[in-house]
């Protein structure tokens, strides 16, 4: 049987140290938000691991609900083009709503749901996102919670997928440089 792990060069965060930031931000966001009912938003698929655990962090009424979009580009790489392919299931009107993102590499994903949240008339929006690539610092949006910075090289794991594999991985790690040559994932 392979293994997910076998495929794995090297580990960037491991799943203690994920667990034990996220709970940073929890804390971080329930004093922020006292007093308030924030909505998160989680962006499908790849943020599903890191909403779970985050929101289970934050000690207020929250309510969770998923977007998903498709930015077109390569498996590895965005071109910032981005189409609504399932939308929020309830209107935000007057909502604290907190944008929940797995990774922000060029931020062009997020700058497009951000900008479209906005013209539904919020009481707010914010951004929470477990990953920040370096070079996303110049072309993204400002991000309001961050977990970590990472170098600009390509993730997987806790939620982080390479053609839809390794995203039950509880660590962010790289891959080994023959699974992309592969070119595709033995299923
Ligand atoms: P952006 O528009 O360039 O910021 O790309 C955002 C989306 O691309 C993320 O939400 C991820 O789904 C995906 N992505 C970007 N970098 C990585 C990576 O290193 N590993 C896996 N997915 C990534
Ligand atoms: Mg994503």
């Known amino acids: 049987m392979r293994n997910l792990n076998d495929d794995v060069a090297e580990i960037l ?3 203690d140290d994920l667990q034990d930031r996220i709970a940073e931000l929890g804390r971080q966001i329930t004093r922020d938000y006292a007093g ?3 909505l998160l938003v989680g962006v499908l698929k790849g943020a599903v691991v890191f909403m779970v655990d ?3 962090r934050i000690d207020l009424p929250v ?3 998923f977007m998903a979009v498709s930015s077109y580009g390569s498996s590895t790489q965005s071109l910032g083009v981005v189409r609504i392919l399932k939308d929020l299931d309830q209107g935000i009107d007057r909502r604290d709503v907190l944008v929940v993102e797995d990774i922000v ?3 062009l994903t997020l700058r497009y749901i951000v900008d479209n949240l906005r ?3 919020p009481a707010s929006v914010r951004i929470c996102a477990l990953l920040q690539k370096r070079k996303a610092r110049e072309t993204g949006p400002p991000i309001d919670y961050l977990g970590f910075e990472i170098p600009d090289r390509f993730v997987v ?3 982080l997928d390479y053609a839809e594999h390794y995203r039950n991985l509880p660590y962010v790690g790289v891959l ?3 699974i992309y040559q592969i070119g595709q994932v033995e299923k």
Do not use: C, N, V, W
């Open 54 to 56: 985050l929101s289970r």
């Open 36 to 38: 308030k009912q924030p």
């Open 63 to 65: 309510e969770i609900d």
């Open 176 to 178: 080994r440089p023959e």
């Open 13 to 15: 965060i491991g799943a």
């Open 105 to 107: 590499d060029t931020g």
């Open 157 to 159: 794991g806790y939620g």
């Open 119 to 121: 013209d539904r008339s």
